[in-house]
Structures are given as structure tokens and as C-alpha cells.
Nanobody, 119 residues
Framework: QVQLVESGGGFVQSGGSLNLTCAVS????????MGWYRQAPGNQRELVAE???????NVADFVKGRFTISRDNAKRTVDLQMHSLKPEDTAVYYC?????????????WGQGTQVTVSL
């Protein structure tokens, strides 16, 4: 069973920084594609950044230049470094892991961590 636990959320002023960490237990982490998503009240969940099992990273245009995703396979963690935060970055941030199965793939989600950015 795969479990994902996010941490590092909190309250920060506009322009500040936060680092989110997703700790993963269970199946072989190094083979999973990982991602960070966010969901603000009234909005759909959206992809913020993703990183492949091989380490190829992509970030959404709306956070490009401000957010960075990285993974540490030895520690089984995925980090989202967030800088120059804006009030519109306020959301619950979720970690997602996608693992290959014999018939396709399976996704696992964490419980989310709240990020609140004030003016």
C-alpha cells in the first residue's frame, strides 16, 4: 500500500517562500511519476508541477520561475519549493504518485496541506 504525506504548508505573506515535502511509503518510489497539484475553494484541482521517475521536471506556466519540484529517491520524498508567493497561490496542495501496474497505472494521493498567502 502506498501512502503519501504532505507537510510544510502554512501561512506566509505575499512575496514569501515555503517548501512543501511529500513523504512516500510503500511500493518502489523510484519508479513512480510524482506531481504536486492544488485546489482553491470553488476551483478545480490543477497541476502545479510534476517530475518523472527519471527526474524530468515540468512546472505550470503560472508558477514558472517561482516554483521548483525535485525528488530524492533515497529519502523517498518530493519537494515543491515555492518562492515569490502570491495571494492567488492560496490553496490546498496535494501530492500525487503514479505507479505502473500490470494493466496500466494507478494513482495515489496525499491528504493535502494548506498554503495561505496574505497580502
Amino acid at each position: 500500500q502506498v501512502q503519501l504525506v504532505e507537510s510544510g504548508g502554512g501561512f506566509v505573506q505575499s512575496g514569501g517562500s515555503l517548501n512543501l515535502t511529500c513523504a512516500v511509503s510503500g511500493r518502489a518510489f523510484s519508479t513512480a511519476g510524482m506531481g504536486w497539484y492544488r485546489q482553491a475553494p470553488g476551483n478545480q484541482r490543477e497541476l502545479v508541477a510534476e517530475i518523472s521517475s527519471g527526474g524530468t521536471a515540468n512546472v505550470a506556466d503560472f508558477v514558472k520561475g517561482r516554483f521548483t519540484i525535485s525528488r530524492d529517491n533515497a529519502k523517498r520524498t518530493v519537494d515543491l519549493q515555492m518562492h515569490s508567493l502570491k495571494p492567488e497561490d492560496t490553496a490546498v496542495y496535494y501530492c500525487k504518485g503514479v505507479y505502473r501496474t500490470l494493466t496500466g497505472s494507478r494513482a495515489y494521493w496525499g491528504q493535502g496541506t494548506q498554503v495561505t498567502v496574505s497580502l
